[in-house]
């Protein structure tokens, strides 16, 4: 992991940029924090960073029940030499070098805990988890998935819409394992809002989960209760994929061992980055040209957009965004701005080379190669 610098920018209004403030960021400013960062994770109102020691820290409100929001990166004691973190809608998670998982925030639906409490206020370890080594966490609304060591993957809270990929719509208090899974070699998985995605170390793309917008990508809108292979993407080796954050409106971000972009569901006010504003029931590529013809190599979808990273270094978002979480300076400009169309974010550091991604609803981190 490469460390860099904390740069911020989009909604402010609960702490989650950790500038000290609560004021919106229109354009990318770095964050008021002196450390360097491995690893970032935005949520909702929440952001996480990985300190290059392997400590974490937080800024913003993990969810509505909490009441000590801040609005600067501060360290949360409990937990050390952590290497990934995830952030949901109202609940985060950690894995340490150990492979162990803590979770905390919002547990109405048994997502951080089988203990009938609303609230967990500082990271709890996960014990349903103790014969297996974990190595990703991905938090949805309601309910968490991670990923062990060796490519099983895991699933509990709620399980409406056959999220958890069991088969079912049934809720589940303790983390049980996903038999349905036609690999066992997991390599990557995210959690979108209501519905979530997988890669297979062959380059298999499945999904599953809530389907209304076919941001699943098999062609129709039913949900899917199992992780099921995307067919149109079976001639692709996938690496990397990006599930949106928002109830409403999905939409998929793939992308794919080539350094292409590919994007399915809902098109409205440009979140597929295709050039028009439909609705597509199956992957459709971005033209390599919309990027500068600079392959990609990262993507973190939003709510109602999405950006992505080249191997270049620079950073393209697409979609639509009123408080500032497109960071571009003609968004400032135009009330309820939108493009079709990627466009390079050009108020990042010149001559730095952005690392690392993450977006949520309404804000965006960045790492940026220290000077």
């Not at 800024?59 to 990166?73: A, H, M, R, T, Y």
Request: net charge positive; proline share 3%; hydrophobic share 35%.
């Amino acid at each position: 992991m490469k460390s860099g610098e904390l740069w911020v920018w989009g909604q402010g209004g609960s702490g989650q940029l950790g500038t000290k403030s609560n004021k919106v960021e229109d354009l990318p400013t770095p964050s008021k924090s002196q450390l360097s960062f491995v690893g970032i994770a935005a949520g909702k109102n929440y952001s996480l960073a990985i300190s290059d020691d392997l400590r974490v820290f937080r800024s913003g409100v993990i969810c509505n029940q909490q009441n000590d929001g801040i609005k600067e990166f501060s360290r949360i004691e409990a937990l050390t030499n952590i290497k990934a973190i995830a952030v949901g809608q109202s609940h985060a998670a950690a894995v340490n070098g150990n492979g162990e998982v803590f979770l905390w925030g919002n547990n109405k639906d048994t997502q951080v805990c089988p203990k009938k409490i609303a609230l967990v206020n500082k990271p709890m370890k996960v014990t349903g988890l103790n014969t297996v080594s974990i190595v990703q966490v991905s938090c949805g609304e309601g309910f968490t998935l991670c990923r062990t060591v060796d490519g099983r993957l895991y699933s509990w809270g709620r399980g409406k819409c056959g999220v958890l990929g069991q088969g079912d719509e049934q809720n589940r208090n303790i983390p049980s394992l996903v038999t349905s899974l036609p690999f066992t070699d997991i390599v990557h998985i995210d959690a979108g809002h209501s519905y979530a995605a997988a890669v297979s170390q062959e380059g298999e793309l499945l999904t599953f989960g809530k389907n209304t917008d076919g941001q699943l990508g098999h062609g129709h809108k039913d949900n899917v209760l199992v992780p099921t292979p995307v067919e149109a993407m079976g001639a692709h080796h996938v690496v990397k994929v990006s599930c949106s954050r928002g109830e409403k409106g999905c939409f998929t971000a793939i992308l794919v061992d080539t350094g292409l972009v590919y994007m399915v569901g809902n098109g409205t006010l440009g979140r597929l980055g295709t050039g028009e504003s439909k609705n597509v029931l199956k992957p459709t590529k971005i033209p390599l040209s919309f990027f500068n013809k600079e392959k990609v190599s990262e993507i973190v979808a939003g709510t109602t957009m999405c950006h992505a990273l080249t191997v270049a270094g620079n950073v393209f978002v697409w979609g639509s965004g009123n408080v500032g979480q497109t960071g571009l300076l003609e968004a400032r400009r135009i009330r309820n701005f939108a493009t079709e169309r990627p466009k390079k974010i050009e108020a990042l550091p010149k001559g730095r080379q952005v690392t690392a991604l993450s977006s949520s609803c309404d804000h965006v981190l960045a790492l940026v190669e220290n000077e």
